[in-house]
Every structure is written in structure tokens, then in C-alpha cells.
């Protein structure tokens, strides 16, 4: 399995959710610098992976994060809300019908940005492990 591949069944999760308007995949931008963002949204940023024999343990920073008001009048039902929605992610990552390993008890960080969109919600620390499926008889050289 790929990264590219990872990357497009995390997308057809989130599009799944009900609950999660934008996926993003990449370097997270400043919330509410973008229009294109429609909240709540869950944002897959990269991290340092570890490559093993055969296989590949992808780290990632999940974003799940909904607008705030500016009084954080809304705060503890949007954080409420989200880790609902980290957990609802993080249920459907251990099913096993994706052909991937991924790994429970993951740590999850309250946030709270106020930028052109004021939003609050949680980080988390996620890894998937996938095997290659190729050994060294598929390596491209002469």
C-alpha cells in the first residue's frame, strides 16, 4: 500500500463522516487563511515515519476542528463535539477491512486559534502501518 493510497481512503473517510466538512492533507495552513475551508474539518499533516522490513509505519498530526466564538462561549461543546468525531476516526482506522495496522490509545491535544476564523478542537498523534507489497526481487535495478 502507498502513501498516495493511505492518503486517498483517509480522504473517503472524512468525505464519509457527516460531520466533517473539509479533509486536508499536507502542511497545515493558518486556520481561516483559506476560503475553501468549511468547518468542522479534519486536516492529516505528516510526520517523521519509520520504514522496517517490508513495511511502513506512517505518523501523522490529525486536525478535527470547528469554529469557535470569539467570547469561547462554544468552546466546551465544540471540543465536546470534535473528540467525538477524533473517536468515530479513530474507530473506523481500526477496522479491518483497510489494509492497514493502526495503532489505539493515541494522545489528543485540546486547541484554541484565533486567527481570521477562531476555531478550537483537538491534535492527535496517529500511526497506520502498512506492509509493501513488493520484496527485493521487484527493486528496479540491473
Request: hydrophobic share 40%.
Amino acid at each position: 500500500m502507498t502513501l498516495n493510497q493511505v492518503q486517498a481512503q483517509l480522504r473517503e473517510i472524512a468525505t464519509n463522516h457527516q460531520q466533517i466538512n473539509t479533509f486536508g492533507w499536507g502542511e497545515l495552513p493558518e486556520l481561516g487563511k483559506s476560503s475553501d475551508v468549511v468547518y468542522p474539518l479534519m486536516w492529516v499533516v505528516q510526520q517523521p515515519s519509520k520504514l522496517g522490513a517490508g513495511i511502513i509505519t506512517f505518523r501523522f498530526k490529525f486536525v478535527f476542528a470547528d469554529l469557535a466564538l470569539k467570547d469561547k462561549g462554544n468552546e466546551d461543546e465544540v471540543l465536546s463535539d470534535q473528540v467525538l468525531t477524533a473517536n468515530d476516526i479513530a474507530l473506523e482506522l481500526n477496522n479491518p477491512l483497510y489494509d492497514w495496522e493502526f495503532t489505539d490509545g493515541n494522545d489528543l491535544e485540546p486547541f484554541y486559534e484565533d486567527h481570521d476564523d477562531i476555531v478550537t478542537g483537538w491534535v492527535g498523534s496517529y500511526e497506520i502501518t502498512v506492509g509493501l507489497d513488493y520484496g527485493r526481487c521487484a527493486i528496479p535495478q540491473d
